[in-house]
Structure formats: C-alpha cells, structure tokens
C-alpha cells in the first residue's frame, strides 16, 4: 500500500489548545459549583462544544435549560478565544514542523482536519498555515467525530482516496472517525486512552518517513 496524503488533527497534535480547552472548561465547573479534573477532560477530547457541555453538566450533576446551556457555551469559547490569542509559534508541538517538511519533502499531501472552529486563527497564530495543503475546519463541516466528515472533505480537498490517507488523532472520537472512514489512524498519545489505532505513538519527536515506511509498506 501507499500513504498519499497525511490528515492532523490540530488540538493536541499540532498544537497543544487541549489545555487551553481543559482551562476554559474548568472554569465553567468552577463557576458552576463543582471540580473538573484532567481526567474528565479525556471524555471532551474530539467532541464538539454542545456535547463537551453536555458531558460536563453530567460530570456536574447540574440540569439546565437550552437558553442557558447555550449561554454557557458562549462563554467557553470567549475564555477559549482570550486564551488562544496569547499563542505563539514556540507552543508547536515538538517535532511537528520537521514532520510536516519530511511529509512535504516526500511528495505526500498534507491537510487539517479540526472540528474547531478557531482552527484558522490558530494556524495564523503559530505561523504554520502554510505548511497544509488542505484545512477542514469547524466552520466547513456539519457533523462532529466519531462522524467521519471532516477528514473525508479533507481526503477529497487533496483529491486522494479515504484509503491512501493516514490520519493522526489524540482523541478517541477522532480515532473511530478516521476508522468511520476508511484511513489509516495513528494515535498520539497513551494507549490506554486510544483504540482501534494501528500504531500509538507519544509524539512526533522519533517519528520520520523511514518509521512511517516501514509501517505502511
């Protein structure tokens, strides 16, 4: 087989926004009356704002009603957007940039593949939009992971087929999306937080084109 192309989620793979999500959100819990730990967090990765609150008011035992769960939303993502518009190019994920070249260098397209509707201002802020041949972002799709959408868009932005595309996810529902979709899926993370990837891997620091190759040959 052949990789063609090379989808990243962007969230705690390119970039780490996780935290910056998890800080948003734990204020809210805060405000709310209760504790919102890192290890609830795991539950959000991948999952879109509406659910995230979801989850979150389940974690909480707090019922509310639509106008306030969206009100609630509103205000996680003014904190997210405050947070991220202190990010700088140094908060890359180690690795990342040398990856990407090697894909580039490889002739293997890349793309972004986000269920964030920041996506577009994260990139610009970190300086690094130029590297992805393809963005799919919040704002370009409908459906959120497990729902294979947003990669799928991505797969035919670069005019590759879904099975010669390798997804890289750090979140379980991102993981089932690209399986949804027929690619190929590495996780970025702990095993025991993601399955169903063919490898798991910590990081980009160790991984080059000869590791991928002998993966996907």
């Known amino acids: ?21 998890y800080l948003a959100w734990k204020k809210i819990a805060d405000d709310l ?9 795991e539950r959000l990765k991948g999952v879109s704002r509406m659910e995230s609150l979801d989850i979150l008011l389940e974690i909480g035992k707090i019922k ?4 306030t769960k969206e009100e609630l939303a509103a205000t996680k993502n003014s904190l997210y957007v405050s947070y991220i ?47 992805f041949d393809a963005v799919i972002e919040g704002n370009k799709v409908s459906k959120a992971k497990p729902d294979p959408e947003v990669f799928l868009k991505g797969a035919i932005e670069l ?19 690209a399986r949804n979709g027929g690619m190929h899926i590495i996780g970025i993370g702990q095993p025991e937080n ?24």
């Not at 040398?98 to 610009?124: T, V």
């Open 64 to 67: 509310v009603d639509l106008k």
């Open 85 to 131: 518009q202190k990010m700088t190019p140094d908060e890359i994920l180690p690795g990342v940039i040398r990856f990407l070249d090697e894909l580039h260098n490889s002739g293997i397209l890349i793309a972004l593949g986000s269920a964030s509707k920041n996506a577009m201002s994260i990139l610009d802020k970190i300086n690094i939009s130029q590297k």
């Open 194 to 217: 993601l399955t169903n990837a063919e490898f798991v891997i910590p990081g980009f620091e160790t991984l080059n084109m000869n590791q991928l190759r002998s993966w996907y040959l």
């Open 33 to 41: 009356g209760f504790s919102f730990s890192e290890h609830d967090n």
């Open 1 to 21: 087989m052949e990789i063609k192309a090379c989808l990243f989620d962007l969230d705690g793979v390119v970039v780490d926004t996780a935290r910056y999500h």
């Open 159 to 177: 005019g590759v087929d879904p099975h010669d595309c390798l997804v890289f996810e750090d979140a379980q529902a991102g993981i089932d999306a």
